[in-house]
């Protein structure tokens, strides 16, 4: 098969991503990121998440494609992000990806979020070097995606063939950084300082949960973990008044340590279990530090390699959506009736499986 080129839309919650992909190449990933319109409500309002959308998606488009150095009339396929995630938001990449693909007559893909995350350490850069040091992929592999709003185990038997073998319950872990990190006013997002701010402490300062780690299946639970730090938090700042602050580090350790062993406990019970070729990692909260030391030392105790995307790529981006398009195309499923192609936020990582019929 030629060489495809694929542009990337993804519009599911508060970032406008748009990339240009040769293949599984990425000649370009633009990102615009809407935290600092978010900020000020402690997390994502659809209704303005779709407003700035709508306000960038025309000018990150055409910053993807002038970085790439294509044109329109150049690109082999558009794939976009038609769930799961935000319906005000998902509406404007999907809207946006129609009329492109029908002013250049150009197939469409319609691209499950949850795969891109999943493929995402696939992503080679534009000279062919795989970013995440996979060079050849080994399936059947196992994917963990851990983001905002998810926690997915998956079973990858083949590009196109997936299982979830678990799932959050409740709060996703991405969730549970944003939540207690709320509680310590440490902004939004709070993931990324919570990690900051914990390295070179003591990581066992506070005693927190670790729920559900021998509950007999592979799902997750984070709420229990955010209840206790709610309360822990209050009595904190009850017993030590202005003294609390200097216990945030302490804290922020504690908390993290919490939430990656939640997710290294199931993790490493599917891995023994199922035995992988591979482990590949996505979503926001894989490109915590901590979650990689400690993912990497223990599944190399089990002779499985661990394969995790740049931070760029982690997060929400058109590469990804580009990549599972990429996919797609060469099995031959794209969008047959455009018109009836339509956003669909709550759709699971099994729903990548289906060749998209209804549309
Ligand atoms: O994948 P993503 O960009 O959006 C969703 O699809 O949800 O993930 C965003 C989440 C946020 O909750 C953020 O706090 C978390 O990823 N995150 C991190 C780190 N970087 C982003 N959590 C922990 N450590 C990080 N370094
Ligand atoms: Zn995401």
């Known amino acids: 098969m030629s060489d495809s080129l694929i542009l990337g839309i993804e519009t599911s919650c508060d970032d406008t991503g748009v990339a240009?992909?040769?293949?599984?190449?990425?000649?370009?990933?633009?990102?615009?990121?809407?935290?600092?319109?978010?900020?000020?409500?402690?997390?994502?309002?659809?209704?303005?998440a779709r407003r700035e959308h709508?306000?960038?998606?025309?000018?990150?488009?055409?910053?993807?494609?002038k970085r790439a150095g294509v044109k329109c009339s150049d690109l082999s396929a558009i794939a976009v992000t038609y769930g799961p995630g935000l319906a005000p938001a998902l509406e404007v990449g999907v809207r946006t990806a129609k009329q492109l693909a029908q002013e250049h007559s150009l197939p469409l893909i319609a691209v499950n979020h949850m795969e891109g995350h999943t493929l995402s350490g696939l992503l080679r850069n534009r000279h062919g070097k795989p970013y995440s040091g996979l060079d050849k992929a080994l399936f059947p592999c196992l994917a963990v995606v851990v983001s905002g709003k998810h926690s997915d185990l998956v079973w990858i038997e083949n590009i196109g063939h997936y299982r979830l073998l678990g799932q959050t319950l409740d709060d996703a872990p991405g969730e549970a950084f944003d939540k207690i990190g709320r509680m310590l006013d440490l902004g939004y997002p709070a993931g990324p300082v919570i990690s900051q701010l914990a390295q070179g402490h003591n990581r066992a300062a506070f005693d927190l949960p670790r729920p559900m780690q021998h509950s007999d299946n592979y799902h997750f639970s984070f709420s229990g973990l955010k209840t206790s730090c709610l309360y822990q938090t209050n009595r904190l700042k009850d017993e030590l008044g202005a003294e609390f602050a200097a216990v945030i580090p302490d804290y922020c350790a504690s908390v993290e340590e919490a939430i990656v062993e939640s997710l290294l406990g199931k993790t490493l019970?599917?891995?023994?279990?199922?035995?992988?070729?591979?482990?590949?990692?996505g979503g926001g909260v894989s490109a915590n530090k901590r979650l990689r030391f400690r993912f990497r030392r223990e599944l190399a105790a089990l002779d499985i390699p661990a394969y995790f995307a740049p931070k760029q790529f982690c997060t929400d981006n058109g590469a990804m959506i580009a990549l599972a398009g990429y996919y797609k195309l060469q099995r031959g499923e794209t969008v047959a009736d455009i018109a009836a192609l339509d956003r669909d936020p709550s759709i699971s990582i099994e729903d990548a499986n289906k060749k998209s019929a209804s549309f």
């Open 20 to 48: 240009v992909l040769q293949n599984d190449r990425v000649l370009s990933s633009v990102v615009s990121s809407q935290i600092d319109v978010h900020r000020e409500w402690g997390g994502v309002v659809p209704q303005l």
């Open 54 to 65: 709508e306000n960038v998606i025309q000018i990150v488009i055409a910053a993807a494609l």
């Open 269 to 281: 019970r599917a891995a023994k279990e199922h035995q992988p070729n591979m482990v590949l990692f």
